[in-house]
């Protein structure tokens, strides 16, 4: 206990021990002890009474009344409980001043952001930027379910994915038709998600331009690389052996340069398409298809399995699937060296879901280098991509052709062990088969 409070805690006794004394003295003069005891105990307790009174109206009182003068303690009680309403009015104005300070904040965001009721799908707040992006009036959009106040933006389904909504890239705005919007949902609290809208609308225009520039370059490119090509072939390195070496490095860097423009073009065309066909992808006839493409390029260097585990079908593009699942086994006999183990396997996932796998035991890739390789012209040694003759888009390819199946890349790699490409499947994009292949060795 502080001294000044056991100092008028000791001062109140005493009082009080000095009174009942004075009561005693007066109650033997007047041969009534016990009457003048109880006369003044009733006296202290009505006075004790009446400073509690006077304390709760203080306490409840909305003006600000300065603490009694005194060094009792009632008096001490009512400045501690003074200060701690002092306190804590400091901290009420310092946390109002935070909140305003957090609004302005969020209301100078150039991008939009809406506070949603999780249980009720209600808009709680939204800023200014809101009104310009989306359309949100206030206050006439206070309370309204979000989905009403952006349609015909298919919100209500998206915000029922709580946690696992995936953000909606490049939608139209609700209120402006040449706006383009990314909407991200973040669930901050248990009661409480935050929908955020941003203006992508120069970022999408830039990227179509950059599209449009690479298909164009590469259909210019391609005309002029077929003519040089031709001629090269056309010239017999027998008539002038000395340009045999130079005639054969030509030939060589012309193949590379065609086949680069033809990924462009792949790409290019993979970017611009929004889904993917819905045929039957017979995968028994796939994996004898990637079999002799291996055993063709690979000439006998590599130890060569292919199996299929599941048994089934899928349902997409042939060409497009085909083309991603091809420049996988071409990078797993690029990259593997000779004796090496090369290995496909087509199998079921718990989920229902089907992976195909290419397995190699070549040199690996170092963890630094998985988060990025699957950009474009990408390379994690360039000296031994130069040597292999890869362009840098096959696995953007594979990448861009699993997105439009609404599947994944999945990769495993330990350096001087091998890599392992996943094409994981979900279950919507598998069909069953009329013949069954299960557990048979291709």
């Known amino acids: ?60 009182s909305r003006r600000r009344v300065p603490p009694p003068q005194g060094d009792g303690v ?80 298919p919100v209500s389904h998206w915000l029922a994915q709580g946690r696992r909504a995936e953000p909606m890239l490049d939608v139209p705005s609700p209120f402006s038709s040449g706006t383009r919007l990314d909407l991200r949902l973040i669930p901050y609290s248990e009661d409480l998600w935050l929908l955020l809208a941003r203006d992508v609308t120069k970022l999408v225009k830039l990227e179509q331009m950059r599209r449009d520039f690479v298909a164009n370059v590469s259909h210019e490119l391609r005309t002029p690389l077929t003519v040089v090509h031709g001629y090269l072939d056309m010239l017999d390195p027998a008539e002038q052996p000395d340009w045999a070496p130079m005639l054969q490095e030509m030939q060589h860097q012309s193949t590379r340069m065609t086949q680069l423009v033809e990924d462009l073009l792949t790409l290019s065309r993979l970017e611009a398409q929004d889904s993917i066909g819905n045929e039957t992808v017979s995968m028994a006839s796939m994996l004898a298809s990637l079999r002799r493409e291996l055993e063709m390029l690979s000439q006998g260097r590599h130890t060569i399995s292919v199996e299929d585990g599941a048994g089934t079908d899928l349902s997409g593009s042939i060409r497009e699937l085909h083309s991603a699942f091809s420049n996988l086994v071409s990078n797993a006999v690029r990259y593997t060296p000779a004796g090496g183990r090369i290995a496909i396997r087509y199998d079921a996932t718990p989920d229902g879901g089907a992976v195909l796998s290419v397995e190699d035991s070549g040199y690996g890739i170092p963890p630094a280098h998985l988060p990025r390789i699957t950009e474009r012209f990408y390379r994690v040694s360039t000296s031994r991509s130069r040597e292999s003759g890869g362009t840098g888009l096959g696995l953007a390819i594979v990448k861009h052709v699993l997105h439009l199946h609404q599947a994944r890349l999945e990769i495993d790699s330990e350096v001087g062990r091998g890599s392992r490409f996943a094409c994981v499947f979900g279950p919507e994009r598998v069909r069953p088969r009329e013949t069954s292949f299960h557990g048979a060795t291709v």
């Not at 004790?48 to 306490?59: E, G, P, S």
């Not at 400091?90 to 999780?118: E, N, S």
Request: charged share 20%.
């Open 1 to 60: 206990m502080p001294p000044r409070i056991r100092a008028a805690w000791t001062r109140t006794l005493l009082q009080l021990a000095a009174i009942l004394a004075a009561a005693i003295v007066v109650g033997a003069l007047l041969g009534q002890v016990w009457m003048a005891l109880a006369l003044t105990a009733l006296g202290v307790v009505a006075w004790h009474y009446w400073k509690l009174y006077d304390l709760l109206t203080r306490l409840t």
């Open 74 to 153: 009632w008096q001490e009680t009512d400045r501690l409980l003074h200060r701690g309403q002092q306190d804590m009015r400091a901290r009420k104005r310092r946390l109002i001043a935070m909140l305003r300070a957090y609004r302005a904040v969020a209301t100078a965001l150039p991008d939009a952001v809406v506070i949603v009721d999780r249980n009720s799908q209600r808009v709680r707040w939204f800023n200014r930027a809101a009104t310009t992006l989306l359309g949100m009036r206030h206050p006439r959009d206070l309370d309204k379910p979000v989905g009403d106040c952006l349609q015909p933006l």
